[in-house]
């Protein structure tokens, strides 16, 4: 693990997804990238009563599963935002790392995707356009009707970004100004580091719903260049999105 230049990690907490083994990988990948699923206690027992068992090395299929104990939040969506966000500290060696949500199968080599997405545009980070709205306001109303997060703490969450100053604008520097970010791929650069750092304390802050909160941290943090906000057909061309198979377990205080 500590000599893996380039990581494509997941994670599944409460139980709630399947593991999806990569396709389309080529040798080189194979060789050279890790691919590693973060697994509580619940979601372990849950995929061995499903028959899949973690083999003597840890792995099942590709996927290094890491058990992981003691999660911070209750919440599981927030508890899922560490491996998320947090790539940088968990693989402090590691130059570039892909995030793949656990309903979604990666079935394009990550390092084509790297160089599809990174390196031809010489940007740090790339991350979706979002499919169906282009404003962080609409999707704060799209948010609270289906009950993704309560009326009350969206409430709070926009009235804060409105008196910060946080415009309406639906495009950012030609793009959709909201994001879906079901696969981020990021270089990790001292700026890529600090803006994921922002956008984790948002999501503690205020909602777990991470679409919310990035266009502010990126709006707020100007000096931020080299974004590659792509667009939808290529997120659909990256991955399979498979669903959520079960409702996630909250972990009890």
Partial sequence: MESCKAVVSTCAFGGGDDL?????????????????????????????ADGHKV???RYIGK???????????????????????LAHRLFPNSRYSIWVDSKSQLRRDPLGVLEALLWRSNSVLAISEHGARSSVYD??????KKNKATPEEVAVQIAQ????????DKRFNGKKALSEASIIVREHTP??????????NEVVRFTSRDQLSFPYVLWRFKEFRNIN????????????????IRKAKPLTS
């Fill in 20 to 48: 999806y083994q990569p396709i389309g990988m080529s040798e080189s990948s194979l060789k050279k990238v890790c691919f590693v699923a973060f697994w509580d206690e619940i979601t372990l027992a849950s995929q061995e």
């Fill in 139 to 144: 999707e704060a109303k799209a948010v609270v």
């Fill in 55 to 57: 083999g003597d090395d």
């Fill in 161 to 168: 970004y409105r008196q910060d100053g946080l415009p309406e």
């Fill in 191 to 200: 700026s890529t580091n600090l803006l994921m750092c922002l956008w984790f």
């Fill in 63 to 85: 996927w290094r599963i890491i058990l992981v104990k003691n999660l911070p939040f209750t919440d599981q969506r927030l508890n899922g935002k560490i491996p998320k966000m």
């Fill in 229 to 244: 906000m792509f667009p939808v057909c290529t997120r659909k061309d990256l991955v399979n999105s498979m669903g959520h």
